[in-house]
Nanobody, 116 residues
Framework: QVQLVESGGGLVQPGGSLRLTCAAS????????MRWYRQAPGKEREFVAR????????NYADSVKGRFTISRDNAKKTVYLQMNNLKAEDTAVYYC?????????WGQGTQLTVSS
């Protein structure tokens, strides 16, 4: 079955950096685009970034453009989110996502807290 497992969250000071990792299994990883979403307390889940199946194309939310970079390693079935110049408003639970055979799959999420 499809499984997505995020890791790498934690507590970071404003201006700091962190890299999130999502390990995938149970589907043909290299043929599907992958996404990162986030959900802050009291807010709806929002799109953060997307990467195409071969990593050629990427898209970002305006709020993270220029600070976050999504990448993937198809050999390792892993997608990454490099986050730089973090801000307090980036505090959220970050989720990995794929849309596979007409169904959304989500990981359990990893918490990022940006605070001094």
């Amino acid at each position: 079955q499809v499984q997505l497992v995020e890791s790498g969250g934690g507590l970071v000071q404003p201006g700091g950096s962190l890299r999130l990792t999502c390990a995938a299994s149970g589907f043909s990883f290299s043929t599907y685009s992958m996404r990162w979403y986030r959900q802050a307390p009291g807010k709806e889940r929002e799109f953060v970034a997307r990467i195409s199946s071969l990593g050629v194309n990427t898209n970002y939310a305006d709020s993270v453009k220029g600070r976050f970079t999504i990448s993937r390693d198809n050999a390792k079935k892993t997608v990454y989110l490099q986050m730089n110049n973090l801000k307090a408003e980036d505090t959220a639970v970050y989720y990995c996502n794929t849309y596979y055979i007409s169904q959304d799959y989500w990981g359990q999420g990893t918490q990022l807290t940006v605070s001094s």
